[in-house]
């Protein structure tokens, strides 16, 4: 694969932990795929690169008995149409076993504005779906159409909720917290920006850097996302840690300035999250970090930013975890 191709691949998809990337040209040949998405699907890259997906998972059929198409990416490269963050459950390549996936795909058009490069961006949630069944059904309801209010008006937001939400149960895990605090971890991460729906889309997608007054718009969603949960009952800690989540370790955050352990400890693990997870992104202002990058600026503000004690474990989770796409994807152009 070309180097200009891997560039482009590297500026379109969310870089960061827990995301398989496979990308795919007209004729549904596989041209990159990464560790990940090997791990995720049970498959060795030399089996599948350069050869075609359909005829390989599916017996050369586009579509299933139903009608569908063989998945999101199948679905994208013969029609051109873009997704973001479909919930499907699709059967592991490698395996005989189904797993729930939230994919994304985006096309790579040539120079003439022909699609040329279908890029799927692949996150396992079955342990999302399996907190969700824990949870009350209304409750979840609840949180989805919230999700849902927020993806309609900016879905940069609705993408880094989820990235936050894999970040934060992957931490939490590392850390062999309760099964009741990675819930709790998982369902912050899913509704931190909340307090956003009620922002103006010119401000959201502001593609230059934000007035004072702008900015201080902003800084009032932590506070607003509280308010609204806490007309659940049963979300009064959820809100609590919401609330929290842009407070500083040095005490010069918002909305109350609170300092060091006085900040909920989901809402400090948050902090780290949400910060590396909008460093690493494509956003439409400013160019992406990359994962070395975004950590060095996670161990710089230890102290001040970032709570010191978790910020090292963050760094070691990452690093052990080393599912960096853009590393990979230099890897396989050198």
Known sequence: MKKDIAYRIAQ??????????????QEFKSVFLNHALCDMWK????DVLYRSVVDIFYNGNLKKVSGDYQGPLIQTMATGQELSACEVYLNVPGSRESKWFLVSTF???????????????????DKFKMFET????????????????????????????ENVAALIVGLTEYMKLSASEVTMAYLAGIVHDVGKIGISEEILNKPSRLTEAEYEIIKRHPRKGADILQEVEEFAALAQIVRHHHERYDGKGYPLGLQG?????????LTICDAYDAMTSMRCYCEPHSIEEALIEIK???????????????????????????????????
Request: charged residues 20%.
């Open 12 to 25: 379109t998809i969310q870089t960061g932990l827990l995301h398989g990337v496979l990308v795919i040209d």
């Open 43 to 46: 498959i060795e890259q030399q």
């Open 107 to 125: 096309i790579l058009r040539d120079e003439n504005g022909l699609p040329e490069y279908a890029v799927g961006n692949y996150i396992v949630i």
């Open 134 to 161: 824990k949870l009350d059904a209304v409750n979840m309801n609840i949180i989805k159409a919230f999700c849902k209010a927020i993806g309609v008006r900016d879905m940069y937001t609705m993408q880094h909720s």
């Open 261 to 269: 352990e006085s900040i909920p400890w989901i809402s400090r693990m």
């Open 300 to 334: 710089e503000c230890a102290g001040r930013q970032f709570d010191p004690f978790l910020s090292g474990i963050f760094i070691d989770f990452i690093r052990e975890c080393n599912f960096e796409v853009g590393n990979q994807l230099a890897a396989e152009n050198t």
